[in-house]
């Protein structure tokens, strides 16, 4: 098997504070993971530190292929005047260079169906409800077409059937070989999916797996 991540005694430190305090992980290609824990267990932290957004102050991190990364609070600017398809097309970065070609345009509507979002392609961001824009952001990090997906709290705000959509186009993903690493404090999320593991955080530390 094609291990995608080893994070070996990862710390990350906010100041004094060990937000993440010597996790080590390991996860394979087409491995489903999830990460529990209470608020301020260090989920989000620990994700940052995987997708290389954050520096460990000790330990390492090492990643092997394409990665995508959906955070837990959208950070962009609701403003911004981008429509929808513009939006998903920028996950196809870094595959290519600074043009899309027919092949990156094809994998942005192929990942626009697969959330259910082709009809609004044409909407400016900023006219999107919370749960379509999540799923905006969902198919973003999709056309990248990532070997080890990172998602923190992808539920958050969408409806059950999104929720089921969500669940099934992961399936797919992982039976092509993706890894997902997958952060929520909602226990019913784990119901949805088969999981391999699911590791439970506490204090930053890892408390059973
Ligand atoms: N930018 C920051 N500066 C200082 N401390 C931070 C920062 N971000 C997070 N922390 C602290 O680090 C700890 C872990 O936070 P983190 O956001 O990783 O938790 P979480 O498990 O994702 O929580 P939640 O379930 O609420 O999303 C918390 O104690 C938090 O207060
Ligand atoms: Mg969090």
Same mark, same amino acid.
């Given at each position: 098997?094609?291990?995608?991540?080893?994070?070996?005694?990862?710390?990350?430190?906010?100041?004094?504070?060990?937000?993440?305090?010597?996790?080590?992980?390991?996860?394979?290609?087409?491995?489903?993971?999830?990460?529990? $824990?209470?608020?301020?267990?260090?989920?989000?932290?620990?994700?940052?530190?995987?997708?290389?957004?954050?520096?460990?102050?000790?330990?390492?991190?090492?990643?092997?292929?394409?990665?995508?990364?959906?955070? @837990?609070?959208?950070?962009?600017?609701?403003?911004?005047?981008?429509?929808?398809?513009?939006?998903?097309?920028?996950?196809? @970065?870094? &595959? $290519?260079?600074?043009?899309?070609?027919?092949?990156?345009?094809?994998?942005?509507? !192929?990942?626009?169906?697969?959330?259910?979002?082709?009809?609004?392609?044409? &909407?400016?961001?900023?006219?999107?409800? $919370?749960? !379509?824009?999540?799923?905006?952001?969902?198919?973003?990090?999709?056309?990248?077409?990532?070997?080890?997906?990172?998602?923190?709290?992808?539920?958050?705000?969408?409806?059950?059937?999104? =929720?089921?959509?969500?669940?099934?186009?992961?399936?797919?993903?992982?039976?092509? $070989?993706?890894?997902?690493?997958?952060?929520? =404090?909602?226990?019913?999320?784990?119901?949805?999916?088969?999981?391999?593991?699911?590791?439970?955080?506490? =204090?930053? &530390?890892?408390? =059973?797996?």
């Amino acid at each position: 098997m094609t291990e995608r991540l080893r994070l070996t005694d990862a710390v990350i430190k906010y100041g004094d504070i060990r937000a993440v305090d010597g996790v080590s992980l390991s996860v394979e290609a087409g491995e489903f993971v999830f990460i529990t $824990g209470a608020n301020g267990s260090g989920k989000s932290t620990l994700t940052r530190g995987i997708a290389g957004l954050l520096p460990l102050s000790s330990g390492t991190v090492e990643r092997n292929g394409r990665m995508s990364y959906v955070p @837990q609070v959208e950070e962009a600017d609701r403003n911004f005047p981008a429509r929808v398809s513009e939006i998903v097309l920028t996950g196809t @970065q870094g &595959r $290519g260079g600074l043009f899309y070609s027919l092949n990156d345009k094809r994998r942005a509507l !192929q990942a626009m169906d697969e959330l259910g979002i082709r009809d609004l392609s044409r &909407r400016e961001i900023r006219t999107l409800s $919370g749960g !379509q824009l999540r799923r905006v952001f969902l198919a973003r990090a999709l056309c990248g077409e990532p070997e080890l997906l990172l998602l923190d709290e992808p539920c958050a705000g969408l409806d059950s059937q999104s =929720h089921e959509l969500l669940f099934s186009v992961l399936k797919a993903r992982l039976a092509g $070989g993706c890894a997902v690493i997958m952060v929520t =404090h909602d226990s019913s999320d784990l119901e949805g999916i088969n999981a391999d593991r699911v590791v439970t955080l506490s =204090h930053g &530390r890892i408390l =059973h797996e």
